[in-house]
Every structure is written in C-alpha cells, then in structure tokens.
Nanobody, 121 residues
Framework: QVQLWESGGGLVQPGGSLRLSCAAS????????MGWYRQAPEKQRELVAT???????NYAHSVKGRFTISRDNAKNTVYLQMNSLKPEDTAVYYC???????????????WGQGTQVTVSS
C-alpha cells in the first residue's frame, strides 16, 4: 500500500513564506508526475504546480514566480516553496502523485490527506 504524507502547512502573514513537503511511502516501484493542488472553501480543487519525473515543471498562472516545486527522487519527496504569500492563497493543499506499485506495476493516482495553509494578518 502506498501513502503520501504531507507537512509544512500553517498560519503565515501576507508576504511571508512556507515550505510544504510530501513524502511517498510503501510498496513503490516508480513515481512519475508529482504535484500540488489546493482547495479553498466553497471552491473547486485546482492545480498549483506539477513536476515530472525528469524535472519539467508546470505552474498555475496565479502562483508563477512566487511558488517553486521541486522533488528529491531518492527520498520519494516533493516540495512546494511558497513565497510572497497572499490571502487568496489560503486553502487546503493536497499532494498528488502517479505511482506504479511493486505488487502490480500498474500506475495509480494517489492523494495526501491535505494540509491547511492560512495567509492572514
């Protein structure tokens, strides 16, 4: 069984920074794309950023230039460095990964449990 463990959320003032981490554990054969999504109250979940296994990144327009996604393949971990945070960045942030398991070799999509990020003065 594969699980994603998130950490790093919290309360920060506007203009501040936070770093989210998400580690995958379990019976992992290979990890393909990893990413972060977020969901604000009464809004749909939206893509924040993704990083492919080869390192190619993709960002939502609203976070481009402020957020940086990266991954450590040796640690099965993806990070999201968030700078210049704004109140509209307040949301629950979810980690996402496409993982092939040892047992079947098939590709499945996994989600973390979510971590709250609140930007407020």
């Amino acid at each position: 069984q594969v699980q994603l463990w998130e950490s790093g959320g919290g309360l920060v003032q506007p203009g501040g920074s936070l770093r989210l981490s998400c580690a995958a554990s379990g019976s992992i054969f290979s990890i393909y794309a990893m990413g972060w999504y977020r969901q604000a109250p009464e809004k749909q979940r939206e893509l924040v950023a993704t990083v492919a296994s080869g390192g190619i990144t993709n960002y939502a327009h609203s976070v481009k230039g402020r957020f940086t996604i990266s991954r450590d393949n040796a640690k099965n971990t993806v990070y999201l460095q968030m700078n210049s945070l704004k109140p509209e960045d307040t949301a629950v942030y979810y980690c996402n990964a496409d993982i092939a398991t040892m047992s079947s070799g098939q590709l499945y999509e996994y989600w973390g449990q979510g971590t709250q990020v609140t930007v407020s003065s």
